[in-house]
Antibody
Framework: EVHLVESGGGLIQSGRSLRLSCAAS????????MHWVRQAPGKGLEWVSG????????DYADSVKGRFTISRDNARRSLHLQMNSLRVEDTAIYFC???????????????WGQGTLVTVSS | QSVLTQPPSASGTPGQGVTISCSGS????????VYWHQQVPGTAPKVLIY???QRSSGVPDRFSASKSGTSASLAISGLQSEDEAEYYC???????????FGTGTKVTVL
């Protein structure tokens, strides 16, 4: 069974940095791309970033491009999101999610973590 | 701003059926698979339907999906109280190089 556990969230001031992590188990981690998705309080889901199996391909939402960096460590089965220059509007629950198709394709998400809350204060 | 448009709400009595629509464009629904996710309030989303309209493990066959052109839909038959949740469609967008979600539809069982 796929298991994704996020960590690293918290309360932080605007302009500062935070690094989120996601520990993965229950599947062959380096066979799949991975994603970060966020949900602001009372709002819908917003895709943040995705990274393919070998880190050669990454994509970002326009809202975070240039500020956030996604990375992965296949040996440690972990996914990370480095968030710099945080803004109040980045306040959200951040979910780690597994890509459904294998390799380098981006098709859709088939498993979700429980999320970690990031609160950015002004 | 969501690229995929859904009705904000849908409702039915127990045993009835509801259908949720999802409108997109050629670069997302028109080209790629549509996934459907369910989110019960206060919990993480979970996938209901993925890839070629396949139900995720444990999802009852009361849930079914279809796609035509640049629109997709999720049908729930025989509504049950545990179906009360927010439902999101999603697809990869080739033009934006981004994964896009629908605006979400809140399903209420009356």
């Amino acid at each position: 069974e796929v298991h994704l556990v996020e960590s690293g969230g918290g309360l932080i001031q605007s302009g500062r940095s935070l690094r989120l992590s996601c520990a993965a188990s229950g599947f062959t981690f380096d066979d799949y791309a991975m994603h970060w998705v966020r949900q602001a309080p009372g709002k819908g889901l917003e895709w943040v970033s995705g990274i393919n199996w070998n880190s050669a391909g990454v994509d970002y939402a326009d809202s975070v491009k240039g500020r956030f960096t996604i990375s992965r460590d296949n040996a440690r089965r972990s996914l990370h999101l480095q968030m710099n220059s945080l803004r109040v509007e980045d306040t959200a629950i951040y979910f780690c999610a597994k890509e459904h198709c294998g390799g380098s394709c981006f098709s859709g998400l088939d498993s979700w973590g429980q999320g970690t809350l990031v609160t950015v204060s002004s | 701003q969501s690229v995929l448009t859904q009705p904000p709400s849908a409702s039915g009595t127990p045993g009835q059926g509801v259908t949720i629509s999802c409108s997109g464009s050629k670069s997302n629904i028109g080209t790629n698979f549509v996934y459907w996710h369910q989110q019960v309030p206060g919990t993480a989303p979970k996938v209901l339907i993925y890839s070629r309209d396949q139900r995720s493990s444990g999802v009852p066959d009361r849930f079914s999906a279809s796609k035509s052109g640049t629109s997709a839909s999720l049908a729930i038959s025989g509504l049950q109280s545990e179906d009360e949740a927010e439902y999101y469609c999603a697809a990869w967008d080739d033009r934006l190089n981004a994964y896009v979600f629908g605006t979400g539809t809140k399903v209420t069982v009356l």
